[in-house]
């Protein structure tokens, strides 16, 4: 049965305090099925395509080959991977009515995670000469998670629910090794965030601030990578701070938050995870599932036929999030902490319609309506 599976874990690895804020937390699409594949990596990290290529193409190449190219491509591909991350959990954490209950928290918290997490992988990017191409890299719901990682879990976007958390949020943080889960088949999230600081110590690339954003945002920084040592350490806040790492359990700080994977945990099993005598365990202290606003999945396609006022809210939500992401290209594209704070402030923007839309019942079928997180195309001007 599906919800034993998750019955015990290792514990949660201990995770440096670096926490981007909520207002971070919001505007990045899921991930599409079908979405084309790069075959090849790029001539230079100039060059490096949309990313939305094979990790098991990536992982496939020798490590003796990987170059500043394959880094490139392995890092545009960590960029789908990390917004493909953030809807969901945005999805989740707007459905609760008490944003101020323990869940909603633990939630918004991971959410901001995931966005510095994106800021730390377009940062990498530019250092070796890249570009991060974030709307580029925007997919649909629902859909597989980018190059193939974690093959098997469908990505969607859904009001929370226990099923949600162990389907989506848990299945996509889940760690590369656990005592409760059988031998991988695709490459996980971990093992491709290890094989990349591989190749950045096996390549030594040279490494350059300019371009790379700096910004402090509600008592965190996201600060410009200049050499080998800030690679590191920034590729394992993502791992720690994701699944958690090999490390024992034991190590986890008395005033640290576990790794995403576990705290998803708690929320499906509603107990806080503890170690007992026979290994860490849910059995702490009780996390109460929220009362919710019951957003329905969205759909293939989208919500088809909606009343004229959910088309709207739909667009105005898709307008709105288009921005951020073309702002958020903009940040790292030269506009610097300046196009970074543009789109924060729209991100600020997304969270009213998308309520109103979770508020909005579905006529003829269960639920409700909710954000479909789905980039508009530029406009284009005939000739």
């Known amino acids: 049965m599906s919800e034993e599976s998750d019955g015990s874990a290792v514990a949660p690895f201990k995770r440096r305090s670096f926490l981007a804020s909520a207002a971070l937390a919001a505007g990045a699409p899921a991930v599409g099925a079908g979405a084309g594949e790069a075959t090849a990596a790029p001539a230079t990290a100039s060059q490096a395509a949309p990313g939305l290529g094979s990790v098991a193409r990536l992982l496939a190449v020798p490590e003796n080959d990987r170059g500043v190219a394959w880094l490139a491509s392995a890092l545009q591909v960590a960029v789908g991977l990390e917004l493909a991350t953030i809807p969901p959990y945005l999805c989740g954490w707007w459905s ?45 719901f629902p859909g597989p998670l980018p190059g193939g990682v974690r093959a098997g879990v469908t990505v969607y976007l859904s009001g929370l629910t226990k099923p949600f958390v162990r389907d989506v949020m848990m299945a996509i943080e889940a ?10 088949t695709s490459p996980t999230v971990g093992e491709f965030y290890t094989d990349m600081l591989k190749a950045f110590h096996a ?32 590729i394992e806040i993502i791992r720690e701070q994701g ?44 996390v109460p599932f929220p009362e919710v606003r019951p957003m329905a999945p969205v759909p293939v396609g989208g919500w088809r036929n909606p009343p004229a006022r959910v088309g709207q809210l739909l667009f105005r939500f898709d307008a709105t999030y288009s921005t951020v992401l073309d702002k958020l290209d ?13 789109a924060l402030h729209a991100m600020r923007a997304l969270e009213d319609p998308a309520v109103e839309l979770m508020e909005t019942k579905i006529p003829h079928a269960p639920g409700n309506y909710g954000p479909q997180f789905r980039a508009l195309p530029r406009p284009t001007h005939a000739s």
Request: aromatic share 6%.
């Open 96 to 140: 609760i009515r008490d944003q101020g209950s323990q869940v909603a928290r633990m939630i918004r918290r991971i959410a901001a995670d995931e966005m510095y997490h994106l800021g730390i992988v377009c940062n990498l990017l530019v250092a070796i000469g890249g570009r991060p191409q974030i709307k580029a890299a925007a997919p649909v």
């Open 175 to 184: 760690p590369e090794e656990s005592l409760v889960r059988n031998a991988q």
């Open 203 to 234: 390549v030594r690339p040279r490494l350059t601030v300019h371009g790379q954003v700096s910004e402090h945002v509600a008592g965190d920084d996201l600060r410009p990578l200049a050499d080998l040592e800030d690679v590191e350490r920034a």
């Open 243 to 286: 699944e958690g790492t090999a490390g024992s359990p034991a190590e986890s700080f008395e005033d640290d938050h576990p790794a995403h994977y576990y705290a998803f945990g708690e929320i499906y099993h509603g107990r806080e995870l503890r170690r007992t005598d026979e290994g860490w365990q849910y059995v702490g202290a009780p």
């Open 330 to 342: 903009a940040a790292w594209s030269g506009g610097g902490h300046r196009a970074l704070n543009a």
